[in-house]
């Protein structure tokens, strides 16, 4: 039977810390509790039932502090991905995606405008971050970044089209004006 015996220096410390976590994560308020009803005397399945856990993770929960004490209750912590994207801001997003998808070689795609799936395929592979595309979505609104109706680019792999377009387009003006 797995049970907890605390000295009086650990019993202030879990008062301390019991406190601090109330404001905090209801995860570790939970293993706290687990740890005061353990040095209270009461069994596993009866502390699993006051606190609505599976007496396996109480028990896991009263292995950890055995073992490393305090230390071991302390949980790693999760990146979320929201988090995560918060360091590329309006200007990376603008840069990013007025490029078109194309460019970009690991996205293997012949598309020239970016959708939700595009965008959500190049965090993946650029970034090496997974999120949702109402991630993404809300990222973007948060971060200012607006774009308007995707616009039809023509594109050519010839190095000269944008000096050759240019020309036309010259030509057609003087067309126009001429009487």
């Known amino acids: 039977m797995l049970k907890i015996k605390l000295n009086e220096s650990e019993l202030q410390e879990l008062q301390e810390r019991l406190k601090q976590a109330k404001s905090q994560s209801t995860l570790v308020y939970l293993d706290l509790k687990i740890i005061e009803f353990s040095d209270q005397g009461k069994s596993v399945p009866q502390i699993g039932r006051l606190l609505g856990l599976h007496p396996q993770t109480v028990r896991t929960i009263i292995k ?63 970034l090496q971050i997974k999120v949702t595309i109402s991630t993404i979505w809300n990222h973007l609104r948060r971060v200012g970044y607006t774009s308007g109706r995707a616009k039809l680019s023509i594109t050519s792999p010839d190095p000269e089209y944008q000096i050759k377009r240019q020309r036309v387009d010259d030509l057609k003006k003087k067309g126009q004006m001429a009487p």
């Open 64 to 126: 950890k502090f055995q073992a490393k004490g305090f230390k071991g209750l302390q949980r790693k912590p999760r990146g979320k991905p929201e988090e995560k994207l918060k360091a590329y801001g309006k200007g990376y997003w603008e840069d990013i995606l007025s490029q078109p998808p194309s460019s970009f070689e690991k996205l293997d795609t012949p598309d020239q405008n970016w959708s939700y799936e595009l965008i959500q395929n190049y965090i993946a592979d650029y």
